[in-house]
């Protein structure tokens, strides 16, 4: 089945799955879009379907279409407004032995370890799990042009890593995974305050963290980064 997006640029087509279990809520079933992939898609036209709120997992450019729920609604931080609170400033300083290098290729012998303990440790639950090699090189061996992998090392160990592409006026969250011997860092939320920073060295307006879903506590995180814009009716605005 296919579907015409917005009329700017309704020469691309969606995708659509059959229904299948959603992988936030229980009980519900989900349907997601994703954009053609015999289309070639540059960062330019990247970054107008993520303000319209798409994502990329993989290979794809994906965005939950279901018939009867909104619940996943697109979240971004307007980086230039915001302010760290408190817990997140001890965070910051508590990591302060925390190298990050940018990287556009990673060792897979050195990361997918910790990726592998990373789902198994924190994400039994998810459709994740079990992770394998082939799910990992699916999911994030194979960078696009403006994929950046954010490692995170102490005294040259690699402790973890913040995958992130880089768009014309935004960086989007792409996925953070790191070993779980190392939770008492809080390493998920330096991930997104060193992405807020780098976005604010680069001069870009925005860090897209993917979807806020009221009902999923796993998601809840998001509204802890103020102010948080979510795209509700088509319109971005300043989550209250």
């Known amino acids: 089945m296919t579907r015409d997006i917005s ?7 969606l995708l659509l799955t059959e229904p299948h279990e959603c992988s936030y809520l229980d009980g519900k079933k989900a349907t997601t879009a994703f954009v053609d992939p015999e289309l070639e898609i540059d960062t330019a036209l990247y970054g107008r379907m993520s303000a319209m709120g798409f994502r990329r997992s993989g290979a794809y450019l994906y965005s939950p279409m279901c018939h009867s729920c909104n619940a996943c609604v697109p979240a971004r931080i307007p980086v ?44 039994q639950e998810g459709d994740m799990y079990p992770p394998t090699r082939e799910q990992f090189d699916q999911f994030l061996g194979h960078p696009w042009e403006c994929t950046n992998f954010l490692e995170f090392r102490v005294d ?12 014309p006026n935004a960086l989007s969250a792409i996925y953070t995974y790191f070993d779980p011997l190392e939770s008492p860092r809080s390493l998920g939320t330096l991930a997104v305050l060193f992405q807020i920073s780098l976005a604010q060295q680069l001069g870009m307006g925005y860090l897209y963290l993917g979807y806020w879903i009221a009902d999923c506590q796993k998601m809840s995180y998001k509204t802890n980064y103020r102010p948080l814009e979510l795209l509700q009716e088509n319109t971005w605005q300043i989550s209250e």
């Open 156 to 167: 040259g160990k690699l402790i973890g890593c913040a995958v992130v592409d880089v768009l």
């Open 7 to 13: 009329p700017d640029i309704s020469k691309i087509r």
């Open 80 to 123: 230039d407004l915001f302010k760290r609170n408190r817990s997140q400033k001890r965070c910051w300083s508590r990591n302060s032995d925390v190298q990050v290098n940018q990287r556009d290729a990673i060792d897979l012998e050195e990361h997918y370890p910790i990726y592998d303990r990373y789902i198994s440790g924190r994400h």
